[in-house]
């Protein structure tokens, strides 16, 4: 699923990004979910965490612009995928400072919309990872996987120990390993029958010590051969 937000004050450029959009999918043949916005504001209140993989940002809006927007979208996501769409071209080289992958020209026309989304699935795909959506006391939490420092079981719970503090939801460890297999999540690995890593995180091996960021974790002696070939493997392939 690729999950595209639109924010687009003007009804008319809206429905023409929507139009192609349509489209391109009738051709391409992809799952995605489309949300609209009608401010750059809106968007800031309203981001969808763990749910934005390219986002087509109007420029010139009411109150707080498409590029100061996408200043303080980028202190909170620099995975998602920018695309600026402007009337006047000379806005597009302030995409560089946000790390903008293209822009587009108003109005669109379906020949550029399509070759720019291609490049931008192309990348957004290629930045995809899974997104845990765990239950907390009647609490919904999206959660990216690289957002993960450990996870721990405590009862008939799992501790997600995160960038954004812990989340705690009802999970069996053998659910947890069930998602990481049939998804591929790589970064992910049992180091003991308590505890997964996120092999990103690990900063220091000594004997049967893990060390993610400052806490020491233990390995197991059946699991150590294994947990240190999946290490390996993560950091040859580039910690991906």
């Known amino acids: 699923m690729?999950?595209?937000s639109i924010v687009e004050d003007n009804d008319e450029d809206y429905l023409n990004l929507k139009d192609s959009l349509d489209r391109y999918v009738k051709e391409s043949s992809f799952d995605y979910c489309?949300?609209?916005?009608l401010s750059g504001q809106d968007f800031l209140d309203h981001y969808p965490e763990g749910q934005n993989n390219i986002i087509?940002?109007?420029i010139e809006m009411p109150g707080i612009n498409g590029v100061e927007t996408s200043r303080l979208i980028?202190?909170?996501?620099?995975?998602?995928?920018?695309?600026?769409?402007?009337?006047l071209a000379q806005y597009a080289i302030q995409g560089y400072e946000v790390e903008a992958l293209d822009f587009v020209l108003k109005?669109?026309?379906y020949p550029t919309f399509r070759m720019k989304l291609s490049r931008a699935l192309k990348l957004a795909l290629r930045e995809q990872e899974y997104v845990f959506k765990l239950e907390d006391g009647g609490q919904t939490s999206f959660l990216n996987s690289s957002d993960i420092?450990?996870?721990?079981?405590?009862?008939?719970?799992?501790?997600?120990?995160?960038?954004k503090g812990e989340i705690r939801t009802?999970?069996?460890m053998r659910t947890l390993e069930h998602i990481i297999k049939e998804n591929n999540?790589?970064?992910l690995a049992r180091c003991n029958t308590s505890f997964v890593v996120n092999l990103k995180y690990v900063t220091k091996i000594s004997g049967l010590d893990v060390y993610i960021n400052n806490d020491k974790l233990t390995i197991s002696r059946p699991r150590r051969k294994e947990f240190l070939a999946q290490l390996n493997l993560f950091m040859m392939n580039g910690g991906k």
């Open 2 to 4: 690729i999950y595209i």
């Open 34 to 37: 489309l949300t609209r916005y």
């Open 56 to 58: 087509f940002m109007d």
């Open 74 to 87: 980028r202190q909170k996501d620099d995975k998602a995928v920018l695309i600026f769409v402007t009337n």
């Open 107 to 109: 109005p669109v026309t």
């Open 149 to 163: 420092y450990y996870v721990e079981t405590y009862g008939h719970l799992l501790i997600f120990h995160t960038k």
């Open 170 to 172: 009802y999970m069996a």
């Open 185 to 187: 999540i790589h970064n």
